[in-house]
């Protein structure tokens, strides 16, 4: 019997030790499964942030990265002006981080209006930019910024007090996150977002754009590759209180959405899927509350970055 127990013993050993080195192994791959060759920056979208009370933007989504091998820095431009002068803040950031990392190029993953404003740095530096990815990019503008400026036409009444309303939500912003010395304009943001606002951008900055349709644009242009995906259900979770303005807003659509960008508007380069999420939930907000039964967005970046490491990006 103590022979029999003996060798239980050893065996049971043996796997424990094998067990360990499986673990091992795999929390080693994991460690670098993120790790790209050139910095990721994190672009914010309209009435966005780097961090605001603590609450990331990119709620969760930095650190995810991070621990993954990446180096991931997350910009702050203007929370509410046109994609040129938040994008040329952008490039300004991007020149520091070039100069601090000793990079030759940034992965830049734009949400939203970070979308066009990373296609401007891609446009004006290609050679600084190895990648742009585009998550709910309002590419090829947005339904609601159309309606919004239809109700709100230039100089009129309801364009001042909607002007009033954004500003005062941006320096709310402003004041939690530490973005109050950004120039902040709302009407010109509005514009930029407008489906001929994105027209009249994409015309200087075709780069990675459909043609016609719902398809894929080119992904490589001028040594900048291009990526998107996008959410297209609006509601997702009862708990999360934004689901009920995305869900209403949606509805202008008649097509595939997010609740604020259509599917089509969104897509960029290689489009790499339509998830069940909303504009938010793109970002993992709010604070992770999205459709438990669908992919976590969490693991979108996750593949982004991985994606770009097998690139030799």
Known sequence: MTGFFGRLLRRLALA???????LGAHAHAQAGYTQTRYPIVLVHGLFGFDSAL?????YGIPDALRQGGAKVYVAQVSAA???EVRGEQLLAQVNNILAITGAAKVNLVGHSHGGPTARYVAGVAPGKVASVTSVGGVNRGSRVADIVRGVAPAGSVSETIANG???????????????TGLPQTPTAALDSLTTAGSAAFNRRFPQGVPTSGCGNGAELVNGVRYYSWTGTK?????????DA???VLGLVFGEAND??????????????????????DEVNQLVGLRDWFSTDPVTLYRQQANRLKAAGL
């Open 259 to 280: 609740g604020l960008v259509s599917a089509c508007s969104s897509r960029l380069g290689t489009h790499l899927g339509d998830y069940r999420q909303n504009h938010l």
């Open 16 to 22: 424990a030790t094998a067990s360990t080195l499986l």
């Open 234 to 242: 609006t509601l997702t979770n009862v708990l999360d209180a934004s």
């Open 165 to 179: 309303a954004a500003t005062a939500l941006v320096a709310l912003i402003n004041l939690t996150s530490g973005g």
């Open 245 to 247: 303005l995305l869900g």
């Open 54 to 58: 603590g609450v990331d933007y990119f």
């Open 81 to 83: 002006n046109s994609t």
